[in-house]
């Protein structure tokens, strides 16, 4: 009878022992197909960003676009290329009106925390005043600094970009932000651009500002050149009282001023003075 029992406790633990095994297997064959799966979303999800990326750099919206934003658990509008721009830096500096407003409909941040260009430099850099615009009106930051290139303000100046200039001015960008003591006056004279410099200097622009090598704007334009006689007038013809009070009640309006503007209870033909139109 001992020894009947003995072999039954021997029978039961064989048992125990072939469905732990078999557990075990299932368990890790489990695992092993969620494995595979996760690393098939992961691939899709790469092969996404990295057609999101070639999209927005090109500027083209092809038709079956869109499908690549429902997916939205495989494609992260946010996704950085090997510069670490996102999709919508890239869209703004192709000049892609259309890109940049699915982006944005689809939650692009307009303002990454990026070491690099912001979406609004590059929009700056590529002279799409439109695109400029539509970044302003969701938020964009005017004063975004770069170490390379400043202030988007900078860059459409160095680029010679007056639409884009216009723009970021009547939205309250600061006309004498500088980058290494540089500013956009330094880049307007560096061109050689009379109405960029004209345009500077009415809202606000210091002529005498000096870089980081003491000089200043009109020392980097050539004697008796157009651009050295308009500095010339400006040194000897002051803006006037109303210019001058344009330009401090716009920089005490601050950023997005236009819209306070709009708001102050004085005739219409003031408001468009103050407003630049």
């Given at each position: 009878m001992q020894a009947l029992g003995s072999g039954l406790s021997g029978r039961g633990r064989n048992e125990d022992c072939a469905l732990l095994t078999l557990f075990k297997s299932l368990a890790m064959k489990a695992v092993q197909e969620e494995l595979e799966q996760a690393s098939a979303c992961t691939q899709i999800a790469a092969e996404f960003e990295q057609i999101l990326c070639r999209i927005c750099q090109f500027g083209e919206l092809p038709f079956s676009?869109?499908?690549?934003?429902?997916?939205?658990?495989?494609?992260?509008?946010?996704?950085?290329?090997?510069?670490?721009?996102t999709p919508l830096c890239d869209a703004c500096a192709s000049g892609s009106i259309e890109c940049v407003k699915l982006l944005l409909s689809y939650g692009a941040k307009v303002n990454p925390p990026l070491y690099t260009a912001s979406p609004l430099h590059e929009a700056c850099m590529s002279g799409s005043s439109e695109c400029v615009r539509l970044l302003i009106d969701v938020g964009a930051n005017l004063e975004a600094h770069d170490?390379?290139?400043?202030?988007?303000?900078?860059?459409?100046?160095?680029?010679?970009?007056?639409?884009?200039?216009?723009?970021?001015l009547k939205a309250g960008a600061n006309v004498n932000a500088a980058k290494l003591h540089e500013t956009a006056l330094h880049h307007a004279a560096k061109v050689r651009n009379v109405d960029?410099?004209?345009?500077?200097?009415?809202?606000?622009?210091?002529?005498?500002?000096?870089?980081?090598?003491?000089?200043?704007?009109?020392?980097?334009?050539?004697?008796?050149?157009?651009?050295?006689?308009?500095?010339?007038?400006?040194?000897?013809?002051?803006?006037?009282?109303?210019?001058?009070?344009?330009?401090?009640?716009?920089?005490?309006?601050?950023?997005r001023g236009l819209e306070k503007i709009a708001k102050l209870n004085i005739p219409s033909r003031l408001i468009d003075y103050l407003s630049y139109n």
């Open positions: 676009c869109p499908v690549i934003f429902q997916l939205e658990a495989a494609c992260e509008v946010d996704a950085r290329n090997i510069d670490g721009s170490c390379h290139f400043g202030t988007p303000l900078h860059v459409a100046c160095a680029r010679e970009h007056l639409d884009c200039v216009k723009v970021l960029l410099i004209e345009m500077l200097i009415e809202f606000g622009g210091n002529i005498y500002a000096r870089d980081n090598r003491g000089k200043k704007p009109s020392d980097y334009t050539w004697s008796s050149s157009a651009p050295a006689k308009c500095f010339e007038h400006y040194e000897k013809t002051p803006l006037t009282l109303s210019q001058l009070c344009r330009v401090t009640l716009r920089r005490a309006t601050g950023v």
